[in-house]
Structure formats: structure tokens, C-alpha cells
């Protein structure tokens, strides 16, 4: 299946929710590679649009993570926690640090 790309005239956040999507079932992405993506945005913008969708989202959020292969702390503990819980119900697995093996579930667009 070929990656969709939003049309420019996209709205910012549209276009990073756009390639959210897409992370298949039991992968994950990094902040920056989905700002990569976007072009014309930071990995920190991408945090930003994540934070801003509504509870009932249709955006698979919990799997887009940090570089380190880390859920970024947010909700005073409680994201964060749902958001494992959420990558653990699609068998994506943590180590005895918290970490995710980026090398093993971390999407790789090419195979896309």
C-alpha cells in the first residue's frame, strides 16, 4: 500500500494526522519522523497537535512515541499510562526501562 500524502493546502495538524493514520497496527513512529514527513514542521509541533485531538479520535496517537523509543511523559501520569496500555493491547513490547525496540517496531514507511 502506498504512504497518502495530504495535499500542501492541508491544514498543519490535518497533514500530521494524515500520516498518524497510517502507523500500522503494532508499530510505532517517533515524533520527528512524522515531522519528517509532514516537512514543514517540528517534532515538538507534532506533541502539540497529538495534545489537541478530542477523546474519540479516530488518530491512533499512543503510537507515536520519542526517539529514545520512550512514551513522553503527558497527562500528570495517566496518558502515559493509557497509552501503554493501549500499545501493549497490539503486542508492541516494553523492556525493564520502559523502552520500546525502535529496530523491531518502529514503522518503516518504505515497506509501506
Not at 515538538?44 to 491512533?60: E, H, I, R, T, Y
Request: proline share 4%; with cysteine.
Amino acid at each position: 500500500m502506498a504512504l497518502l500524502h495530504p495535499g500542501s493546502d492541508t491544514p498543519l495538524y490535518e497533514q500530521i494526522y494524515c500520516y498518524v493514520r497510517q502507523i500500522p497496527h503494532g508499530n510505532v513512529a517517533t515524533y520527528g519522523q512524522i515531522a519528517r514527513l509532514v516537512g514543514r514542521c517540528s517534532a515538538q509541533m507534532v506533541g502539540f497537535a497529538l495534545a489537541a485531538l478530542k477523546d474519540k479520535s479516530n488518530v491512533p496517537w499512543h503510537r507515536v512515541i520519542n526517539r529514545m523509543g520512550k512514551i513522553s511523559p503527558h497527562g500528570y501520569g495517566l496518558g502515559t499510562a493509557i497509552q501503554k496500555e493501549l500499545l501493549l493491547a497490539e503486542n508492541v513490547e516494553f523492556d525493564f526501562e520502559d523502552v520500546i525496540d525502535l529496530k523491531q517496531y518502529q514503522w518503516d514507511i518504505e515497506s509501506n
